[in-house]
């Protein structure tokens, strides 16, 4: 795990796949930590048992009193870890926002801006603007003074971008309209489990009956609502998941192969260049700035 620091006791963790597949981040400190996972397998831990954060959301966990009880274990027995990010929002740094503790923002951050006294987590679906804010999580660091810059930059773009997702009405496109608010919310379990399941990805036949609809319907919901099928939309995010791993893990590519739930790393490579361009190896050497 790198930790980066920055001012009020505000920094970002980054959770990158290694040798030790478990680790357990304390959710010590009073503040607000925003968790985002993109492969392996991450939950919630606490006296009341365990909770599995979804991959592909942006999870708001607001810690309103120091509880060494309570923590995040990124990795699994049977998995090479996890790729994730974890920012931490300290007491200090939401009392520094330009419009003091009144704040809209900071007030969003601590307590969501509710007035009845009851603190609870958040979840967000990342859109193409906030998963690309994530990630640039992923290449955070402070070699030199400018850096701490960027790096607040991103901190306050994740920000902005949750504040927002939050509080504007969501825009949904017409053409969705028609789907039974029932057949949305298991169409997104649907997509949940996939992004849940990338090195064993369920059949259509398996997911229907996971979700409670069948094939048809299942396929035709899914095609509304993500504009896709549902085999390209595994695909696309399993792809998506092994690019995140070899840009930011030391993991072979034979192991991300297995990962992502490719029978071979033949069939992985061919897959990963025609969506790329590139195979996995050329894909490594890229220079950073190119990713």
């Known amino acids: 795990m790198t930790n980066v620091a920055l001012r009020d006791n505000a920094h970002l963790a980054i959770i990158r796949p290694s040798q030790q597949s478990k680790l357990d981040v304390p959710l010590e400190t009073s503040g607000t930590y925003f968790c985002v996972s993109f492969t392996g397998e991450a939950s919630i831990l606490s006296g009341q048992g365990a909770h599995r954060l979804t991959n592909g959301k942006l999870h708001i966990?607001?810690?309103?009193?120091?509880?060494?009880?309570?923590?995040?274990?990124?990795?699994?027995?049977?998995?090479?870890?996890?790729?994730?990010?974890?920012?931490?929002?300290?007491?200090?740094?939401?009392?520094?926002?330009?419009?003091?503790?009144?704040?809209?923002?900071?007030?969003?951050?601590?307590?969501?801006?509710?007035?009845?006294?009851?603190?609870?987590?958040?979840?967000?679906?990342?859109d193409n603007t906030g998963s690309a804010i994530a990630r640039s999580l992923l290449?955070?660091?402070?070699?030199?003074?400018?850096?701490?810059?960027?790096?607040?930059?991103?901190?306050?773009?994740?920000?902005?971008?949750?504040?927002?997702?939050?509080?504007?009405?969501?825009?949904?496109?017409?053409w969705t309209s028609s789907l039974h608010p029932k057949a949305t919310n298991r169409t997104r379990q649907a997509?949940?489990?996939?992004?849940q399941r990338l090195d064993d990805p369920p059949t259509i036949a398996e997911l229907s009956t996971l979700v409670g609809m069948n094939e048809s319907d299942l396929k035709r919901c899914f095609k509304c609502l993500y504009g896709t099928t549902i085999a390209s939309y595994s695909r696309r995010i399993r792809?998506?998941?092994?690019?995140?791993?070899?840009?930011?893990?030391?993991?072979?590519?034979?192991?991300?192969?297995?990962?992502?739930?490719?029978?071979?790393?033949?069939?992985?490579?061919?897959?990963?260049?025609?969506?790329?361009?590139?195979?996995?190896?050329?894909?490594?050497?890229?220079?950073?700035q190119m990713l």
Not at 82 to 87: D, E, G, I, R, T
Not at 145 to 171: C, M, N
Request: with cysteine; charged share 20%; hydrophobic share 40%.
């Open 239 to 288: 792809l998506e998941a092994a690019r995140d791993l070899l840009a930011h893990s030391s993991l072979g590519i034979a192991r991300i192969a297995l990962e992502i739930g490719f029978s071979s790393p033949s069939q992985f490579a061919r897959a990963f260049r025609l969506h790329f361009g590139h195979n996995p190896a050329e894909y490594r050497r890229l220079p950073s």
């Open 191 to 195: 997509a949940e489990v996939i992004r």
């Open 61 to 126: 966990l607001r810690q309103v009193e120091p509880s060494p009880e309570r923590s995040v274990k990124f990795g699994s027995a049977s998995s090479a870890g996890c790729l994730a990010v974890l920012v931490f929002f300290s007491l200090e740094w939401c009392a520094a926002c330009p419009q003091g503790p009144n704040c809209r923002v900071a007030r969003f951050l601590l307590d969501g801006g509710v007035s009845n006294g009851e603190v609870d987590d958040l979840e967000l679906e990342l």
């Open 139 to 174: 290449n955070c660091h402070i070699d030199h003074d400018i850096d701490a810059l960027r790096v607040e930059r991103s901190f306050l773009a994740i920000l902005s971008w949750a504040y927002g997702k939050h509080t504007l009405p969501e825009q949904n496109p017409e």
